[in-house]
């Protein structure tokens, strides 16, 4: 079976940094694309960055352009995600994602898409 496994998250003052990691195990076949959503209390999940299975382009939410850096190792085997100028508004459980893409195209179906058990992260003033 596919795991994903977050790690990295905790408690930070405003404008402090944490880094996230997702290592991921269990995958056969082609490459998958990996991101980080988030999901605060009574919101929706959101995604917040992904990395593509093949090229490495990344995409982030507008909300955290800039602060925000989502990057693979070399194996890539492990995702992390890079928060820096933390607001208490980032404050959500973080949640691990992959999934294979589609003609090229990362689409986070519901039906393939592998998630890990999510990790806190909170922000206070």
């Known amino acids: 079976q596919v795991r994903l496994v977050e790690s990295g998250g905790g408690s930070v003052q405003t404008g402090g940094s944490l880094r996230l990691s997702c290592a991921a195990s269990?995958?056969?076949?082609?490459?998958?694309?990996m991101g980080w959503f988030r999901q605060a209390p009574g919101k929706e999940r959101e995604l917040v960055a992904r990395i593509h299975a093949n090229t490495g382009s990344t995409y982030y939410a507008d909300s955290v352009k800039g602060r925000f850096t989502i990057s693979r190792d070399n194996a890539e085997n492990t995702v992390y995600l890079q928060m820096n100028s933390l607001q208490p508004e980032d404050t959500a459980v973080y949640y691990c994602?992959?999934?294979?893409?589609?003609?090229?195209?990362?689409?986070?179906?519901?039906?393939?898409?592998?998630w890990g058990q999510g990790t806190q992260v909170t922000v206070f003033s």
């Open positions: 994602a992959a999934v294979s893409p589609r003609a090229s195209i990362c689409t986070w179906a519901a039906h393939n898409t592998d």
């Open positions: 269990g995958y056969t076949g082609s490459r998958k694309c």
